[in-house]
């Protein structure tokens, strides 16, 4: 623990202006940032009596060995960039809101040449038009299936629209009138462009156009006795209404708001929103978060609106934002606001009438949603320190394991040999760490060498880290000693000191898992020892009788089948076992797709790409000339050169067949593409056979 007047700076040295300031650790690590009006007055609070502080302010401070800040111009500059460096930096003591799902949107493909309309998640892309968040995908997809009545636009995926368009045939939706089928030219590009921004306008609530448009058309044919089209039309205005009642009204004149409430006790906060666009609420999500300093809810309610707005442009930010407290001060977030938005956005309190009716219900939501997570939360907190502690009773450690890693190798009959690293801290998987190898010590199936190598590479990257930072030292006055295994320099792509960011393979864990039995625990320990490593504990699990194997023991530790320990053992070998595993089917898969065009030094993706839709296949390829490839885009003469002699070089191949249809097919042709899912190889043998054969 650290004494903040250690590294508390001198006085007069803090400028009087607005600013970022970052806290470190000792490993130079950035826990926490914060802005600030006056850097000066800001940071003079860390460094008052530890007794006065927030407990969680408290442990932030001694946790730190360094401050650092700074200088921007205005209030703005000073939010934007802490907005950059919390997402840059992850720091761990800061506000962070988290979520155990992602919320799908409705999303419409404006980017491509036919807007597809299909449920996304994860980040958003540039030229998609986004519609939500909704609690379910269902939900996007009931609505959908209404509104594809009166805007039949595509909703299949790029392998069905190709195999439609290159057998002549639509899919289902097309015949049923679902679907314009643009695949078999039954409607230009235009058109259904046309239709596609039509569907997009009334999912941003412009309706009244369109059933006022269908109920003219409607009484129109209904007078001139074409009375079939009427009664399509009457159905089209039933479905176009019913996916309307989906969302009631609850704003009139069609506002556009976003509102956001705040639900706390001294340790944790929930927020929800709802999106409210055209009126109705069209989307609804929640995040919660501790509390990791003494915080206002206006403090709260700005970390809400970094999170909401900071990737976000355009239309996507409100020109309204309804909160339960302003933030303070407003003005710097306010015009933060509205340069995401482009123009105007009116970030206020609700006073009265049905903007605070429905700011009641969105704060009873939140409430209702910290009640929720607390009750899950302590069962979870409860069950994971149990774990932990059996863990550390029945391997004899000194105490309870925060940080877990372990290893597992993986194969297919000894080819494409591989390894991953899982890390769990305080019994949650932390993905961000998850590392892979591939074996390059030597070829061939031999597991315990494999980890033999894992560690050492591992482990000799920590030590080269302790070394570069100073931690590790063997000589006077800090001069490092010489790196284990002739390793002297750090790896190559490793972070600067002063970058602050999560470091790779920086941090040593307290035990380390390998899954199998007591020769891999052997291997793993001689790898450490080897290393003079000693602090960090090794068992291995082995899955037949899910025992845990000590170094140099015996015989196994056995826990009880209904442990907690055991539970969280198996869940970090499984994890391990299924992290390796994708990974090894992952350079399986590209095996398999390799072809001659591989070997050309200096020509990427996008090229090969370029080359085999300009001729087809590698077959045509391969017989054309040199000046027919140099029409390609992006292709030179000395490129086109090289790529002709690499061809002449490589045998052709065994004509493919694909084993779903029993066609022969092309060189450079994807076997997967017949069967709707392009790019993914078809291999031989069934999935099961396959399975047996994978370790």
């Not at 799908?104 to 968040?133: D, S």
């Not at 002063?498 to 941090?507: E, L, T």
Request: proline share 6%; aromatic share 6%.
């Amino acid at each position: 623990m650290a004494d903040p007047s250690s590294y508390r700076p001198k006085p007069g040295e803090i400028p009087d202006s607005p600013g970022v300031y970052r806290f470190r650790d000792e490993h130079r690590r950035v826990i926490y940032v914060g802005k600030a009006k006056s850097l000066r007055q800001r940071l003079a609070n860390y460094f008052q009596d530890l007794a006065g502080l927030h407990p969680r302010t408290r442990s932030m401070v001694t946790t730190a060995a360094s401050v650092e800040w700074t200088v921007v111009s205005t209030e703005v500059e000073a939010l934007q960039l802490e907005y950059s460096w919390i997402k840059e930096y992850d720091p761990r003591f800061n506000v962070k809101y988290r979520d155990d799902k992602s919320y799908p949107y409705l999303a419409v493909t404006m980017n491509e040449e036919f807007p597809r309309v299909q449920v996304m998640r994860g980040h958003k892309k540039k030229g998609v038009r986004y519609f939500g968040p909704y609690a379910h995908a269902w939900a996007i997809r009931d609505t959908v299936d209404l509104l594809l009545r009166v805007f039949p636009v595509r909703t299949c995926s790029a392998g069905v629209f190709r195999n439609a368009a290159r057998t002549g045939r639509p899919c289902l939706l097309g015949y049923i009138g679902k679907c314009s089928a643009p695949c078999v030219d039954r409607i230009p590009a235009e058109e259904h462009r046309e239709l596609a921004e039509e569907f997009c306008d009334f999912m941003a609530g412009r309706t009244g156009t369109y059933l006022r448009r269908l109920e003219k058309q409607m009484m129109q044919a209904a007078d001139e006795m074409e009375y079939e089209r009427a009664a399509r039309l009457r159905d089209d205005i039933e479905a176009l209404r019913k996916a309307m009642e989906k969302n009631a009204v609850v704003l009139a004149d069609a506002t556009d708001a976003d509102l956001i409430a705040v639900a706390e006790d001294e340790l944790e906060a929930a927020v929800q929103i709802f999106h409210v666009r055209g009126g109705r609420v069209r989307g609804q999500r929640g995040w919660v978060t501790d509390k990791v300093e003494e915080i206002t809810t206006g403090a709260l309610v700005e970390h809400a609106l970094q999170q909401l707005y900071g990737e976000e442009t355009g239309d996507a930010v409100p020109k309204e934002v309804l909160v339960p407290a302003l933030p303070d001060p407003v003005e710097p977030v306010q015009q933060w606001l509205t340069d995401r938005r482009g123009s105007g956005v009116s970030l206020r309190i609700p006073q009265r009438g049905d903007k605070k009716a429905l700011m009641e219900t969105v704060q009873r939501n939140a409430q209702q949603a910290l009640v929720l997570h607390k009750t899950k939360r302590a069962s979870d907190l409860t069950t994971r320190s149990r774990a932990l502690e059996e863990i550390a009773d029945a391997l004899d450690l000194d105490s309870a394991p925060l940080r877990i890693e372990c290893y597992d190798v993986s194969h297919l009959q000894g080819d494409d040999v591989v390894a991953s690293m899982v890390v769990f801290e305080d019994g949650l998987a932390r993905k961000s760490e998850y590392r892979r190898f591939q074996i390059k010590g030597f070829s061939g199936q031999d597991d315990v060498r494999s980890m033999h190598e894992v560690i050492t590479r591992r482990f000799r990257r920590y030590l080269a880290e302790k070394e570069r930072t100073g931690e590790w030292t063997d000589g006077e006055d800090g001069v490092p000693g010489d790196a284990p295994d002739g390793l002297t320099e750090p790896p190559a792509g490793t972070l600067t000191e002063d970058d602050g960011r999560p470091k790779r393979f920086a941090y040593p864990p307290q035990l380390v898992v390998v899954d199998g039995g007591a020769p891999q625990v052997a291997a793993a320990r001689r790898a450490l020892d080897e290393l003079g490593i000693d602090d960090i504990a090794v068992c291995g699990l082995a899955k037949r009788l899910e025992e845990v194997w000590l170094p140099g023991d015996d015989d196994p530790v056995v826990l009880p089948r209904t442990s907690e320990g055991l539970y969280l053992l198996q869940r970090v070998r499984d994890e391990a076992h299924r992290f390796a595993i994708t990974y090894q089917r992952a350079k399986r898969a590209k095996r398999f797709r390799a072809g001659p065009l591989d070997d050309v030094p200096g020509l990427g993706e996008t090229r090969k790409q370029a080359l085999i839709k300009h001729f087809g296949s590698v077959k045509r390829l391969r017989s054309a000339t040199i000046d027919q490839i140099c029409e390609v885009p992006g292709i030179g003469r000395k490129t086109a050169e090289v790529i002709v002699a690499a061809l002449a070089r490589a045998a052709p191949a065994a004509p493919a067949v694909n084993t779903a249809t029993g066609e022969i097919m092309e060189d450079g042709e994807e076997p997967g593409e017949t069967a709707g899912s392009p790019g993914e190889p078809v291999s031989a043998g069934t999935p099961d056979d396959r399975r047996g054969q994978e370790r």
